[in-house]
């Protein structure tokens, strides 16, 4: 079977999910310094399950507020507006997520899991090196392993031929994707990134999270969400098919002046992190 053109791979961009207009409306009133906490809740408002979400996830230990957050305004308020920006982006891309996805050998809501996971951990560590928007972050970490969605949907025939490579070739799947299909899950996650008008450095970011050395507009994030995605995986959460067959950066490791003895700290204070239900339960 012949790999998938360039043009045919832009075919598939053109059949990628949008956002709600409802949901960029609110993504637009958070980047609005003219923005009002009253204009934000009226429009999170429209929508009772985007809002129950995320007063859900605003109680978690994500945000480890020792109070209870009751109301849309509050937790704008507290929390500021890029995290209400985070929240509702994934309150939102929830539903794409949480699909079973037979060619990464992931069942339902694993893919979810450890895509919330990889966000969570972003924005530790951007918060641990003084990053100056860890909510950037949070949403590189969340969306960097959406283009399997699309993948898995597309071209989940050739899987098969992908796990015969990486078995008998001692390739990564990263790799082998590459091989058989003519581009990999990172191409495409960042091709939807663009459709979805996000700026240049989170495109970035989700191309390159497996190979930060190649980034060349922000690396310090590419190398956040990279080192975030290891320690999602050393914890052997969503691991699917793709699993350990990466090797972790010296380039991210550098980027973010961290040793492995750091790192093993970091893997420690992500479980503590990821252990409350509530981050993950929308």
Not at 41 to 67: C, F, M, T
Not at 151 to 166: D, F, G, P, S
């Amino acid at each position: 079977m012949e790999k998938l053109s360039l043009d045919q791979l832009l075919l598939m961009v053109k059949d990628m999910p949008v956002l709600p207009e409802s949901i960029h409306q609110i993504l637009r009133l958070t980047e609005d310094p003219d923005s009002t906490v009253q204009d934000i809740e009226r429009e999170i408002l429209k929508d009772q399950s985007l809002a129950s979400k995320v007063l859900r996830l605003a109680n978690s230990a994500y945000y480890g507020y020792p109070r209870k957050i009751g109301t849309i305004s509050e937790a704008t308020i507290l929390l500021g507006f890029q995290a209400i920006r985070s929240l509702t982006l994934a309150s939102s891309v929830n539903k794409l997520l949480i699909q079973e996805l037979p060619g990464y050998g992931l069942k339902k809501y694993e893919l979810w899991r450890q895509s919330q996971s990889c966000a969570i951990v972003s924005r530790m560590i951007a918060r641990k090196i003084k990053f100056k928007n860890p909510e950037l972050a949070y949403v590189a970490g969340l969306l960097h392993d959406i283009g399997k969605v699309i993948l898995n949907h597309y071209v989940a025939k050739r899987y098969q031929e992908i796990m015969e490579k990486v078995k008998n070739e001692n390739k990564s799947f990263l790799e082998a994707e590459r091989e058989i299909l003519g581009f990999d899950h990172s191409q495409v996650g960042a091709k939807l990134a663009e459709k979805w008008n996000f700026p240049p450095e989170l495109v970035e970011a989700i191309a390159y999270h497996h190979v930060p050395e190649n980034a060349s507009i922000l690396p310090v994030l590419v190398s956040i969400v990279h080192i975030a995605d290891v320690i999602v995986m050393f914890m052997g959460i969503g691991m699917g098919a793709d699993g350990m067959a990466y090797l972790v950066s010296d380039f991210a490791l550098q980027t973010l002046q961290i040793d492995e003895v750091q790192l093993q700290q970091w893997i420690s204070e992500a479980a503590d992190l990821l252990s409350d239900s509530r981050s993950f339960d929308i």
